[in-house]
């Protein structure tokens, strides 16, 4: 692989958001687990660098790479046009679809009904509050009937206790959320499908290109797909 160098020497820091299972969470014994968190040490055991989990509000991993403080952003993140004139984007390893979680009784039935006047809750500074919060015209309800919050989890307490109609989140911690919180389900209607994939410098292509050569290495032997089928339970 090309040459690049880590913020911290010997070190590959990593900025994430550690409230969105089964990509990233805290574990019972204080540390985090996930499919992130998985694929980061292999690739970092590779590379021979020691992985360090800097976990910090959704909306900052983006900007603390592009300002050079973190190396990656690795947060179930989804490759968008605007982010891309950030960072750069690796290789996809992943993909997810927003989806909409309703109480178990809800008057929503399907997407088209959120337009209905409804209170949307969304994770601050993700695709799903960026869709929702779009005009109409462009498919989205308005800000005004989008409410954000700083993770998925505040967003779910706040639909358990009436603040919020629905929350459209991410399906696989959406699956983990309703998993946890029974009187919840996801509806049916798919909404946007996306690539997730790993956040890096513009100005540390060599990185990039190491991530790329580990990630094709790691899809190829098939610890890409050991690591989502440990998580992702069919
Ligand atoms: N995929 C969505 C996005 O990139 C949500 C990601 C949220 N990730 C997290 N670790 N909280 O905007």
């Given at each position: 692989?090309?040459?690049?160098?880590?913020?911290?020497?010997?070190?590959?820091?990593?900025?994430?958001?550690?409230a969105f299972p089964?990509?990233?969470?805290?574990?019972?014994?204080?540390?985090?687990?996930?499919?992130?968190?998985?694929l980061?040490?292999?690739?970092a055991?590779?590379?021979?660098?020691?992985?360090?989990?800097?976990?910090?509000?959704?909306?900052?991993?983006?900007t603390?790479?592009?300002?050079?403080?973190?190396d990656?952003?690795?947060?179930?993140?989804t490759?968008?046009?605007?982010?891309?004139?950030n960072?750069?984007?690796t290789?996809?390893y992943?993909?997810?679809?927003?989806?909409?979680?309703?109480p178990?009784?809800?008057?929503?039935?399907?997407?088209?009904?959120?337009?209905n006047d409804?209170m949307?809750?969304?994770q601050?500074?993700?695709?799903?509050?960026?869709?929702?919060?779009?005009?109409?015209?462009?498919?989205?309800?308005?800000?005004?009937?989008?409410?954000?919050?700083?993770?998925?989890?505040?967003?779910?307490?706040?639909?358990?206790?009436?603040?919020?109609?629905?929350?459209?989140?991410?399906?696989q911690?959406?699956?983990?959320?309703?998993k946890?919180?029974?009187?919840?389900?996801?509806?049916?209607?798919?909404?946007?499908?996306?690539?997730?994939?790993?956040?890096?410098?513009?100005?540390?292509?060599?990185?990039?290109?190491?991530?790329?050569?580990?990630?094709?290495?790691l899809k190829?032997?098939?610890?890409?797909?050991?690591?989502?089928?440990?998580?992702?339970?069919?």
């Amino acid at each position: 692989t090309g040459d690049f160098t880590t913020v911290e020497a010997g070190k590959l820091h990593m900025a994430t958001n550690a409230a969105f299972p089964p990509y990233e969470s805290t574990s019972d014994d204080g540390g985090f687990e996930g499919i992130d968190i998985d694929l980061a040490q292999k690739i970092a055991d590779d590379l021979g660098l020691e992985l360090v989990v800097d976990d910090m509000d959704f909306s900052s991993v983006i900007t603390s790479v592009q300002s050079g403080k973190e190396d990656i952003a690795m947060a179930g993140l989804t490759v968008t046009d605007e982010r891309k004139q950030n960072v750069d984007f690796t290789d996809t390893y992943a993909t997810g679809v927003q989806v909409i979680i309703v109480p178990e009784d809800s008057d929503i039935k399907t997407v088209d009904d959120l337009a209905n006047d409804k209170m949307i809750g969304c994770q601050e500074g993700t695709t799903g509050y960026i869709y929702c919060s779009d005009t109409p015209e462009n498919g989205g309800y308005g800000e005004d009937h989008v409410v954000a919050y700083t993770n998925g989890a505040t967003a779910i307490q706040a639909l358990l206790a009436g603040k919020v109609d629905a929350v459209v989140i991410d399906s696989q911690p959406a699956q983990e959320f309703v998993k946890a919180n029974p009187g919840l389900k996801i509806l049916d209607t798919e909404y946007v499908s996306e690539d997730y994939a790993i956040g890096v410098s513009k100005s540390n292509t060599g990185l990039r290109d190491a991530l790329n050569a580990e990630l094709k290495k790691l899809k190829d032997d098939g610890t890409v797909q050991e690591i989502l089928d440990k998580y992702i339970k069919a």
